[in-house]
């Protein structure tokens, strides 16, 4: 007789343990849950330091000290091809010239229709900036939102002899929410070449 009751209550034991645990597990957890959202790297940035660009190419400008030069093709006095490269970013300032001649319309066409007809087609917007530096320093920058190749195009012009087209790139997939600070970034070192072209 014992022995029953002994198991009777091992028996009555577990199943109140296991009541109790289904009890807990429905009503334990009554938050609603919010899964974390998919983060990046941080990236650190430099402190800003420029330096003057003043070679045979008939144009100065300030660019970042954490910038490497390197010449597409040799410079001469009416075209010259150059990139900034930003190795540790993976990223790159590319920089064309030539002289205007009679065509100043047809180059900010072409650079027109190549922002909107096919980098554009990725992009989820176009910003259009301006900046004017009387008498002679006129700019238009295209920032592009969205999964586009370049996420920033710029020209500079005086609008009577001098042109210059200039492109970031970034030598990974196209991702912006990724890519968003390195982008931020490196406009303000666009904005600060702008600013600071002189023509010769």
Not at 29 to 56: G, L, V
Not at 120 to 128: C, M, N, S, T
Not at 174 to 193: K, T
């Given at each position: 007789m014992k022995k029953n009751s002994f198991r009777f209550r091992v028996s009555s034991f577990k199943y109140l343990l296991c009541c109790m645990g289904i009890v807990?597990?429905?009503?334990?957890?009554?938050?609603?849950?919010?899964?974390?959202?998919?983060?990046?790297?941080?990236?650190?940035?430099?402190?800003?330091?420029?330096?003057?660009?003043?070679?045979?190419?008939?144009?100065?400008?300030?660019?970042?000290v954490y910038g490497n030069l390197a010449y597409l093709i040799p410079p001469v006095s009416d075209s010259c091809w150059l990139n900034i490269n930003f190795p540790k970013y993976k990223g790159t300032i590319h920089l064309t010239y030539g002289e205007i001649g009679s065509n100043l319309?047809?180059?900010?066409?072409?650079?027109?229709?190549?922002?909107?007809?096919?980098?554009?087609?990725?992009?989820?917007?176009?910003?259009?900036?301006?900046?004017i530096r009387e008498p002679d320093v006129y700019s238009v920058i295209y920032e592009i939102k969205g999964n586009a190749a370049s996420p920033m195009e710029f020209l500079v012009t005086d609008s009577v002899k001098h042109f210059l087209r200039?492109?970031?790139?970034?030598?990974?997939?196209?991702?912006?929410?990724?890519?968003?600070?390195?982008?931020?970034?490196?406009?303000?070192?666009?904005?600060?070449?702008?600013?600071?072209?002189?023509?010769?």
């Open positions: 807990v597990c429905c009503f334990s957890c009554r938050q609603n849950y919010t899964p974390k959202p998919h983060s990046y790297y941080r990236i650190d940035f430099p402190e800003r330091e420029y330096r003057i660009y003043d070679t045979i190419c008939p144009f100065t400008f300030e660019y970042p319309d047809q180059h900010i066409e072409n650079i027109w229709k190549l922002v909107y007809s096919k980098i554009a087609q990725r992009a989820d917007a176009v910003d259009e900036y301006y900046i200039g492109a970031l790139y970034f030598s990974v997939k196209p991702n912006y929410d990724s890519l968003a600070p390195a982008i931020i970034f490196f406009r303000e070192d666009i904005i600060h070449l702008i600013e600071t072209i002189k023509w010769k």
